[in-house]
Nanobody, 124 residues
């Protein structure tokens, strides 16, 4: 069973930085696309950034130039470096990944997984 475990959220002042990390655990053979979404109170969940095979990246316009997504294929992790944070970045951030998993005999399944969410609060 694959699980995505997030870490790194917290409280920071405007202009500060945080780094979110997401690790896929279980019998993981690879991660295709992975990314971060966020959901603020009273708003719909939105894509923040994603990274695909070959390391091509995609960012929401609101975070371009401030956030950087990266991956470590050997560790099955995806990180989101967030700089110059603004109060409007306050939200619960969710990791998302399309994961190739299996068992002792090899890769067998491709599934979509979500983390449990981590709170990011930016105070003004």
């Amino acid at each position: 069973q694959v699980q995505l475990v997030e870490s790194g959220g917290g409280l920071v002042h405007t202009g500060g930085s945080l780094r979110l990390s997401c690790k896929a655990s279980g019998t993981v053979f690879g991660i295709n696309v992975a990314g971060w979404h966020r959901q603020a109170p009273g708003k719909q969940r939105e894509l923040v950034a994603d990274i695909r095979t070959g390391d091509s990246t995609n960012y929401a316009d609101s975070v371009k130039g401030r956030f950087t997504i990266s991956r470590d294929n050997a560790k099955n992790t995806v990180d989101l470096q967030m700089n110059s944070l603004k109060p409007e970045d306050t939200a619960v951030y969710y990791c998302y990944a399309v994961v190739l998993s299996g068992d002792h005999s090899g890769p067998k399944f491709i599934g979509n997984y979500w983390g449990q969410g981590t709170q990011v609060t930016v105070s003004s």
